[in-house]
């Protein structure tokens, strides 16, 4: 039996030409016969998403017909280019599992951290019986990389510990 080795993609058709000794020939061929893929897994996605921010995936697989995605937290989807929200910050391994009707497969992991950013601040002090009245502020935020502070009076200020001086009741 001879064994033929492909050297790209794609489907092929096989023939056979059988002859005998006295010169009779018979032949026999099958059409679309033999598959050739190869399966290449890939995805993108954002690698730090906000959290209560659905994540978008993008399957950017070849050679495919099934896809299953684990989103590192326990759930799954067999969707192309699933969004999904996670329920909890942190870093989750996201794991592409991809194959085609031949059996073939291939997967990729890859890293995605859910950020939770908490906006939280302090002030001293906090009552007063006169005026002018100033107040220092500190902000206790996390993971926060600018802060906008809107005072009661209207006015607003982007420091880190704003001082604030209120000066009518």
Not at 137 to 159: E, H, M, P, Q, R
Request: include cysteine.
């Amino acid at each position: 039996s001879p064994a033929h080795s492909y050297s790209t993609t794609g489907v092929f058709s096989v023939s056979l030409t059988a002859t005998d000794g006295n010169g009779c020939v018979d032949s026999f061929s099958r059409f679309n016969y033999i598959t050739v893929t190869e399966v290449v897994a890939d995805f993108d996605a954002q690698d730090t998403v906000c959290f209560g921010i659905f994540a978008y995936f993008s399957n950017q697989s070849t050679g495919y017909n099934t896809s299953l995605w684990s989103f590192g937290d326990g759930n799954t989807a067999t969707v192309t280019s699933p969004n999904y929200m996670y329920n909890n910050p942190g870093t989750y391994t996201v794991k592409l599992k991809v194959s085609s009707n031949a059996n073939c497969a291939d997967s990729i992991e890859k890293d995605i951290y859910i950020e939770k950013v908490v906006a939280d601040f302090v002030s001293s002090p906090r009552f007063s019986c006169k005026v002018p009245f100033t107040v220092n502020y500190t902000s206790k935020s996390i993971n926060a990389d600018s802060l906008t502070w809107v005072f009661g009076d209207k006015s607003i200020s982007y420091d880190t510990s704003p001082v604030k001086s209120y000066n009518t009741p």
